[in-house]
């Protein structure tokens, strides 16, 4: 059975960091990814990683950085700079697929999400 565990989450003020985590199991997924969602709006996209390439959304580039670890089949997310319009549940996601990036629907597995909030 997949399953995906967040853990890194936190509160902090602005411009600090924070590292979010997410372990999978079962075999390696081909792209992995980080969403959020902030309270009253929309699951929006973060991250996205396959076995050599990155994307992000334009509000979070140059500030975080996903990266993973096939051989503990791990998923990261670096936050820097982080400011209160960050607070969110962030969601790790993943696919087996081979679409690049992925598109939201694409993302089979999911995992129960991580609170971050950044007080200003």
């Known amino acids: 059975q997949v399953q995906l565990v967040e853990s890194g989450g936190g509160l902090v003020q602005a411009g600090g960091s924070l590292r979010l985590s997410c372990a999978a199991s079962g075999r390696t997924f081909s792209s992995m990814g980080w969403f959020r969602q902030a309270p009253g709006k929309e699951r929006e996209f973060v991250a996205a990683i396959n076995w050599g390439d990155t994307y992000y959304a334009d509000s979070v580039m140059g500030r975080f950085t996903i990266s993973r670890d096939n051989a503990k089949n791990m998923v990261y997310l670096q936050m820097n700079s982080l400011k209160p319009e960050d607070t969110a549940v962030y969601y790790c996601?993943?696919?087996?697929?081979?679409?690049?990036?992925?598109?939201?629907?694409?993302?089979?597995?999911w995992g129960q999400g991580t609170q971050v909030t950044v007080s200003s």
């Open positions: 996601a993943a696919t087996y697929g081979s679409r690049w990036p992925p598109r939201r629907y694409e993302y089979d597995y």
